[in-house]
């Protein structure tokens, strides 16, 4: 495979999330095989496999000198040097010796809903039902205590929605080892509100490619909007409360790896992609912001950004909406394409 074929692979892998890639892109540079252009590109991707702005702008430096006239380079070394502040945070909050069992989310679309720590950095999960494209939310403890919270990431397919908020743990969480159930063990499903219904497990690996535990309990019966934990008489936490059904009606249980497993995804992606954000109405984690858009890529709505956003980097942002030869957008005149009415560049509806 020629150079150039090889960079575009590591960039496509990088445009992907892949930083592994980042291996590939400094051997194309030790290699020498590169044009100045294509030294450049890979100085530029090198520069995303890291969250390190010294390290960012030593690479776009690099780059900037295969490539002079480049306009959007310098224009990201200005914005590194601009040391921009970071992005708001949530309020300080106490940290907690005394882990809660169910929590209250308030601010979604469908109404209230019931939550569960999954991270001692104060990651929450609920149904994303609960949440709809809502992005601020009200954390709420037992004792009657409110704190601002916000969505870090949606899985509509899962019905997940995972909130952070700006409480600290410092217990331990007890997680249910996935060995200990067997199909008919009851367990207790728990409410924000003093909520406690009995559940029955149906039936376990063979739904959902090992994700959902079936329960006994009615979809109909759910106290609120779900997000419900599920403990066993061990107080050791099972999954989540879903709107999701199986046959009959019956609720499914998200289980607590698998929610994990997703946590631990969405703060991989946050480190790797900081710039990113997570699409409200679509659930998508959308990089058009690291690159000065304020709409989603897949969806096209309007997205959660903070004032201090990059000018647009048209070229990068006219690759990420993938722009083909769509009619012009009646407002902006982009020809990005839409997606359910609404132009990808703007988030606009079309006027046909």
Request: a neutral charge.
């Amino acid at each position: 495979m020629r150079a150039q074929d090889e960079l575009r692979a590591a960039i496509r892998q990088m445009q992907a999330g892949d930083v592994a890639a980042a291996a590939t892109l400094r051997q194309l540079l030790n290699a020498g095989e590169l044009d100045a252009a294509g030294q450049a590109a890979a100085h530029v991707w090198l520069a995303e496999s890291s969250d390190d702005d010294g390290f960012k702008l030593h690479c776009l430096q690099n780059a900037l000198a295969c490539t002079p006239d480049n306009a959007q380079i310098q224009q990201g070394i200005q914005a590194l040097l601009a040391a921009k502040p970071p992005p708001p945070s949530l309020p300080t909050a106490p940290r907690l010796q005394s882990i809660p069992r169910v929590l209250g989310i308030d601010g979604g679309a469908n109404g209230a809903a019931s939550a569960v720590f999954v991270t001692k950095s104060g990651v929450l999960a609920t149904t994303s039902y609960a949440l709809g494209g809502a992005h601020d939310l009200t954390v709420s403890l037992v004792d009657g205590r409110t704190y601002e919270g916000r969505l870090l990431r949606r899985f509509p397919g899962m019905d997940l929605a995972l909130a952070e908020s700006p409480l600290r743990l410092d217990g331990q969480l007890a997680i249910a080892p996935a060995s200990a159930l067997t199909v008919g063990q009851e367990f207790v499903a728990l409410g924000f509100g003093e909520a406690r219904l009995r559940v029955r497990l149906t039936a376990l690996e063979e739904v959902g490619a090992g994700h959902w535990l079936a329960t006994s309990l009615p979809i109909a019966k759910l106290p609120d909007a779900g997000g419900n934990p599920l403990y066993d008489d061990r107080g050791q936490l099972l999954g989540i409360m879903t709107r999701n059904t199986m046959g009959g009606g019956m609720a499914l249980a998200l289980k607590i790896s698998s929610i994990l497993a997703l946590a631990e995804q969405a703060q991989r992606d946050r480190q790797m992609q900081p710039g990113a954000r997570c699409c409200p109405a679509c659930g998508a984690l959308a990089r058009a912001p690291i690159y000065g858009g304020r709409h989603c890529e897949s969806c096209g709505a309007g997205l959660p950004i903070d004032e201090n956003l990059l000018a647009p980097q048209t070229d990068i942002l006219k690759q990420l909406y993938g722009e083909a030869a769509s009619h012009p957008c009646a407002h902006c005149g982009s020809r990005v394409g839409f997606h359910g009415g609404r132009c990808l560049r703007c988030g606009r509806r079309s006027k046909a």
